[in-house]
């Protein structure tokens, strides 16, 4: 049997609604984009969506909009994907990494306050793999320092804090639609905001600053005379193609969400005994999302500073689960183990110890909505057989 790690999993109906955009001709961001982005806010309950070409632009246009620039800190998590870091680079900035939380593999909350200096201007909380930031001290710090929250959601489907869907708390939430994540449109992003007027300000930095969208021209009295450009924006939009492909899914975004978490909850019955591998741990008022199944191994060896070997041990247990068929994967990396971090902030492994634990020492297993019964069984049965 061979088990990847994740699985495109879209219905006949879901892969024929491209076809639509492809018959009428509109292509580029048009009403798609638009009925996308209204299940979305429906799905989220945030006041406002912006689709865009994938997370990573829709971090960038959120800290353009909001005014970060030159000279001017974040704080991140140690261990996320890279580009919630990248795009801090990307606008001149300075990226300040905070450590995490072994437990949860999301930011350690009581280390954030003293990462703040004169110059930091934004927190971005990573709600990593699905799991929620608790926001409310995320929330009180910002309020205490006058910072911009963005929350980087890209794995936060589904994911809930009392409730209160990731991606609703800060200024900006921003999602992924990557082939990894529960909704894909290939690449694609979405922002979400309650904040009407820097949505406004969203809308035309990812369509080169223009007033009006083309939709909106088009649909107007004149459409032949070409917008205003009041500033100089970027061309993150997506296409009609992918809004067509997101907004077909959106159907089952409920039952998308429920398959996930039911899979989750027998990963968890089936190893909870298991001393050597733990599984995600989700606090009362979190609801996960289980973008994917995050565990660490070995976490007593990691108690006791033996990173090095434990690290050595997780790769032979991944290289003998592929050889049985099973694809697994480090839960992500720590960025600033990364050559581009590491030299440019002279960093060691020891700065941030815990996100240099979880890069060695997590795998994740395979979880996504078309993993069957039979999968599943073969992927517990061969979980454990290790050490059994
Ligand atoms: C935590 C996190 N942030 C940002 C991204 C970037 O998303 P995208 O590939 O849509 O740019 C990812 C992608 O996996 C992610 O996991």
Redesign the pocket.
Known sequence: MKIPISRTDLSETEINSVLEPLGTGWLVQGPKVREFEEKWSAFTEARNSIAVT??????HLSLAALGFGSGDEAIVPAF??I??ANVIEHLGGKVVFCDIDLKSFNLDLDQIESKISLNTKAILP?H?FGLPVNMEPVLALAKKHDLWVVE?A??GFGSRFKEKHVGTFGHTG?F???P??AITTG???MITTDDDLLAEKLRRLRDHGAAMTDLQRHLGPRPYLLADHPEAGYNHRMTDLQGALGAAQMYRAGDIVAKRQSLARKYDQAFESLGWLRTPLVHHDQEHGY?SYPCLFMPEEIERGNITETNHLRNQWMDHLQKNGISTRPA?HAVHLLNFYKEKYQLKPEDFPNAYAADQCSISLPLFHGLTEEEQLYVIDKVLEYKN
């Open positions: 994938s997370c990573t632009s829709a971090l996320t994907w580009s919630t990573v990593l980087d890209a794995c921003c992924s639609f990557h990894r994540k690449e694609g992003g973008q992500t």
